[in-house]
């Protein structure tokens, strides 16, 4: 079942999607060779708590931690570990956060000290192709239109869109209905209607787009070794287009 949000819920979720942002913001500037993403979870925590919020990540299926933390060929679903971050390495942190029981779910890919061009291009390509779902977030048009417009974008600049994990509706819980998909055809899946909250989130890789799983059971990287980022938003579709609520 598609849960329609009221404007208030939807507001409340925005409250919950800016601090967010702001607390990307705050990691991005943490970034750098020699910091750890368990340093990175302990601050996110703590800045949490410090705003009157919860990492909703944190014991969901028993997930350990705040955050994600998935580093070059990891394509979601990393452990934040202790082990230094490298000069060229990158490293999408993905988190939820739970304010007032309101939710929010973005993820960024940050850079490490000096990264190669290929990475650059990665990232440049990801960022856009979540702008191009976004705008596709239309009262009235369907899932599938999301999925066409990020697939098409990305593939064109030779890159592939992940098939295993997608976006979902979210709300005072954290996957609801409809999926997500960041592929697909023009015109299928679920319309789209006032009142929904979704998430586009498309993993963009360099080379293929198959994936595989950890021994640890959640962490999924690249079959090929190859690079792969991230970016997430949070959108409410209104009657006025699509509304980010996770946009610093
Ligand atoms: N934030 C992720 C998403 O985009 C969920 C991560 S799974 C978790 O859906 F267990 F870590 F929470
Ligand atoms: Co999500």
């Given at each position: 079942m598609i849960t329609l949000k009221s404007e208030r819920e939807i507001n409340l979720m925005h409250e919950a999607g800016k601090l967010l942002a702001q607390c990307h913001k705050e990691i991005k500037k943490m970034?750098?060779?020699?910091?750890t993403t368990l340093q990175i979870d302990q601050f996110v925590e703590k800045y949490l708590a410090d705003h009157g919020?919860?990492?909703?990540?944190?014991?969901?299926?028993?997930?350990?931690?705040?955050t994600c933390a998935s580093l070059n060929?990891?394509?979601?679903?990393g452990f934040p570990t202790n082990k230094p971050l490298q000069n060229g390495d990158i490293v999408t942190i993905d988190m939820v956060v739970n304010l007032n029981g309101a939710l929010a779910d973005s993820a960024w890919t940050h850079t490490v000290g000096e990264i190669s061009e290929e990475a650059k291009r990665l990232i440049d390509v990801t960022y856009t192709a979540l702008y191009k779902g976004i705008a596709q977030?239309?009262?009235?048009?369907?899932t599938g239109d999301i999925g066409h417009a990020i697939q098409s974008y990305v593939e064109g600049e030779n890159f592939s869109v992940v098939r295993d994990f997608t976006g979902h509706g979210i709300g005072n819980t954290m996957h609801e209905e409809p999926t997500i998909l960041h592929y697909g055809k023009p015109g299928k899946g679920p319309r789209l209607k006032e009142g929904m909250v979704i998430t586009i989130e498309p993993m963009v890789n360099v080379g293929t787009w198959h994936a595989k799983m950890d021994d640890n059971g959640w962490t999924a990287r690249t079959t090929d070794g190859k690079l792969s980022a991230q970016y997430e938003h949070t959108i409410a579709i209104t009657k006025n287009g699509p509304v980010i609520l996770t946009e610093h």
């Open positions: 970034i750098k060779p020699g910091i919020a919860t990492p909703e990540q944190k014991g969901y299926k028993g997930y350990q931690f705040a060929d990891e394509i979601c679903h977030a239309q009262v009235g048009n369907r």
